[in-house]
């Protein structure tokens, strides 16, 4: 079973930049994408970013020309570099594994979550 751990969320000011992590362990014989998304308080979550298995990044609007997903497969670890920071992006970001196939073990996971907070 996969297990996902969120990591480098914090506090930071408009305009700035920040790197989170999202590193995954386990064994998974399924093709897979990885994604981020976000809930701010009082907030339904919402999708921000992901990666498919092919390598093809899809973002949502909100976040097009300012956020970048990257993904190192020999370490099994996401990333998500957040520039120009705006005090809207602030939530809660979790990491999501979405996993492809009739395997019984291609079941989709979520990482507890890292804040990340943006002041004005």
């Known amino acids: 079973q996969v297990r996902l751990m969120e990591s480098g969320g914090g506090s930071v000011q408009t305009g700035g930049s920040l790197r989170i992590s999202c590193a995954a362990s386990?064994?998974?014989?399924?093709?897979?994408?990885m994604s981020w998304y976000r809930q701010a308080p009082g907030k339904e979550r919402e999708f921000v970013t992901s990666?498919?298995?092919?390598?093809?990044?899809t973002y949502a609007d909100s976040v097009k020309g300012r956020f970048t997903i990257s993904q190192d497969k020999s370490t099994s670890t996401v990333y998500l570099q957040m520039n120009s920071l705006k005090p809207e992006d602030t939530g809660m970001y979790y990491c999501k594994i979405t996993q492809h196939g009739m395997d019984w073990r291609c079941l989709d996971a979520w990482g507890q979550g890292t804040l990340v907070t943006v002041s004005s």
């Open positions: 386990g064994y998974t014989p399924c093709p897979y994408d």
């Open positions: 990666i498919d298995v092919g390598g093809i990044t």
